[in-house]
């Protein structure tokens, strides 16, 4: 039965149309060769596009700044002689930017949020489902207590700090083990790939790229951690992209004021990257695309929640201007997010996605969808080309607003 638009058109609740609050640069735009799995037509898609889809680009005549984002700053040293109970290092103070102009006061959610988290953190046995919901909301930058949650959040930590000092050792033990028999007989092929993949790396980050010897090193670490997850996952192996992901967990990680942790950072990096991608596995599993848990699947379940809170918005896209969600949303997906902001506010955006107790994927689905709604009026103004090009080139936007938004879709989902 036909049906005329006006049939069809879901009035958007109010708050939905709220403008876009500017907040920091955007990334630079990248598509790399994944993605022709995906899209059906990817030669038009690109041809659409006033800038060309390209691996990791960053144009000749526009250089990156290189800037990095807050550091924890390191507390004092501890004289504590009580080693059974391993006591967490954080600092009192928030840490300087680099870029003066944007080295703001903390606000008093952030203090109350620190708090909070601390306080957390000083129990015995850690209440879980109580540092899940004060994670959600962001976890501040200061205080250096990102990578302990972190750990936590990913299961790499349990709950009883009475148990820490012996898993981690057990662990990190392990790792040194993967690195004597997995490194013995490397993959030429495989290494060739990671190593160009790594060397590309957020090139505007000191931490990641440039000539010092701390940079150096850290490359270093993520092409161990990339090899030998690449021996160990046989039928993924290593597919270009884990690079992005496994970033942010190495940058947080290495950064933590505990000396012994920050010392041992590969190693948990990596069992971190191992549970946080067992969630997303098969999106990297091409045997896999066109099953129910394969990256095309979970691409559609992005278009049937954009068509569930704004349908007018998903009809413009899909049905009018033909923008299939594959040509963007492959990106948005499989990257979670890291290429489509800036990093401080990946971090942000990862502190909510890990905090999700179901997972990260239901949480990044509603987060993909509130990126769309945000935009929803340039997005209906545009056709298949400028929205195409908008949408492979996200605008900044408030962080903060973006997760209350994608917060909300939670809320009428499960209402």
């Given at each position: 039965m036909f049906h005329s638009p006006q049939m069809v058109k879901k009035r958007v609740p109010e708050w939905l149309n709220s403008s876009l609050w500017s907040s920091s640069t955007p990334s630079p735009s990248i598509d790399d060769d994944l993605?022709?799995?995906?899209?059906?037509?990817?030669?038009?898609?690109?041809?659409?596009?006033?800038?060309?889809?390209?691996?990791?680009?960053?144009?000749?005549?526009?250089?990156?700044?290189?800037?990095?984002?807050?550091?924890?700053?390191?507390?004092?040293?501890?004289?504590?002689?009580?080693?059974?109970l391993p006591e967490p290092q954080f600092s009192d103070s928030f840490p300087d930017h680099e870029d003066k102009s944007n080295n703001t006061a903390p606000s008093p959610e952030d203090i109350s949020r620190q708090s909070q988290l601390l306080a957390e953190l000083s129990r015995k046995v850690i209440n879980l489902r109580e540092l899940r919901r004060i994670s959600s909301q962001g976890i501040p930058d200061g205080a250096g207590i990102r990578s302990t949650v972190?750990?936590?959040?990913?299961?790499?930590?349990?709950p009883d700090r009475g148990l820490w000092l012996s898993e981690l050792a057990k662990k990190r033990s392990q790792?040194?083990?993967?690195?004597?028999?997995?490194?013995?007989?490397?993959?030429?092929?495989?290494?060739?790939?990671?190593?160009?993949?790594?060397?590309?790396?957020?090139?505007?980050?000191?931490?990641?790229?440039?000539?010092?010897?701390?940079?150096?090193?850290?490359?270093?670490?993520?092409?161990?951690?990339?090899?030998?997850?690449?021996?160990?996952?046989?039928g993924i192996r290593y597919v270009q992209g884990m690079n992005e992901i496994l970033a942010p967990l190495f940058y947080v990680l290495k950064n933590d004021p505990n000396e012994e942790d920050a010392a041992s950072a590969e190693a948990d990096t990596f069992f971190c990257f191992v549970e946080l991608l067992s969630g997303f596995r098969d999106h990297f599993c091409q045997q896999l695309d066109n099953s129910v848990v394969g990256i095309r699947s979970t691409i559609t379940r992005l278009s049937q929640l954009l068509k569930e809170h704004d349908e007018e918005l998903?009809?413009?896209?899909?049905?009018?201007t033909k923008v299939n969600p594959q040509f963007y949303a492959f990106r948005w997906i499989t990257l979670l997010l890291t290429q489509e902001f800036n990093f401080a506010d990946s971090l942000h955006i990862w502190d909510t996605l890990l905090s999700d107790p179901e997972g990260p994927q239901e949480t990044l689905l509603r987060v993909c969808c509130a990126m769309l709604i945000l935009i929803r009026r340039r997005l209906l103004a545009g056709d298949f080309t400028s929205n195409l090009k908008l949408l492979q080139n996200y605008p900044p936007t408030n962080i903060s607003h973006l997760l209350y938004v994608a917060n909300k879709l939670r809320v009428q989902s499960s209402g």
């Open positions: 993605v022709q799995r995906y899209t059906s037509n990817p030669t038009a898609a690109a041809a659409a596009t006033t800038t060309p889809i390209s691996s990791y680009s960053v144009s000749d005549s526009d250089p990156p700044s290189t800037v990095d984002p807050p550091i924890p700053v390191a507390p004092p040293k501890s004289t504590r002689e009580d080693k059974h972190w750990k936590l959040l990913l299961g790499y930590l349990p790792y040194k083990h993967f690195k004597v028999e997995l490194l013995m007989n490397p993959d030429t092929e495989i290494i060739e790939q990671i190593d160009r993949d790594v060397k590309r790396t957020h090139p505007d980050m000191h931490f990641f790229s440039g000539d010092s010897q701390d940079a150096k090193s850290n490359q270093d670490a993520l092409k161990t951690i990339l090899v030998i997850f690449a021996k160990l996952n046989p998903w009809r413009h896209l899909e049905i009018t």
